[in-house]
């Protein structure tokens, strides 16, 4: 019998689970993945990032680092997530983004960014942000750029350079 799926809060100690997992999942390139960018030097989790295990294996995680845009708090940036590649279309993923919302929503976020592919996360209720609105302090393609409204009508509060706020609520 497997054990049963437990999602839950990263913690400091999964930072090195984490670690392997996305080098498996993205290989070395993730390095120069907008939120890897993003989050250079601010801390490695917040109060968002969740994890998967199956016993005692971390299966998946999803990131998501409190920014500021141009200045203007209130906003989160979602991505990377990171599904095991034998553990991938069962619902895992899916699972931690609906999970990383609801957390966003109840912990007073008004907008939450990625990058990405629409046909993916217009399910999650990310739309098209319009060029040149939000910026990103690496490559980006502007098309990718995708934003969920928590609050209704945000995304118009919300222009400039992405920078993420230093982690506090979680170790570095």
């Excluded at 809060?9 to 984490?18: E, G, K, S, V, Y």
């Excluded at 290989?27 to 801390?43: C, D, L, M, N, T």
Aim: proline share 6%; net charge positive.
């Amino acid at each position: 019998m497997s054990p049963s799926l437990v999602v839950r809060n990263a913690r400091p100690a999964d930072l090195a689970d984490m670690t392997r997992l996305h080098a498996r999942v993205f290989g070395p390139g993730r390095f120069a993945r907008s939120a890897y960018r993003v989050r250079e030097g601010k801390g490695h989790l917040s109060r968002y990032c969740l994890v998967a295990h199956r016993g005692n294996e971390l299966i998946a995680s999803l990131r998501m680092t409190e920014i500021t845009i141009g200045g203007r708090t209130g906003a989160a940036l979602l991505g990377p997530v990171a599904v095991a590649s034998e553990n991938r279309n069962i619902g895992i993923g899916k699972r931690l983004m609906h999970e990383a919302l609801e957390a966003a929503e109840r912990g007073g976020t008004d907008l939450v960014v990625l990058v990405g592919d629409l046909p993916y996360y217009g399910r999650f209720g990310f739309k098209p942000v319009p060029l040149g609105q939000i910026l990103f302090p690496g490559p980006v393609n502007p098309g990718r750029i995708l934003a969920r409204e928590i609050r209704e009508g945000a995304l118009q509060d919300f222009r400039g350079l992405i920078v993420a706020q230093p982690s506090q609520s979680i170790g570095s």
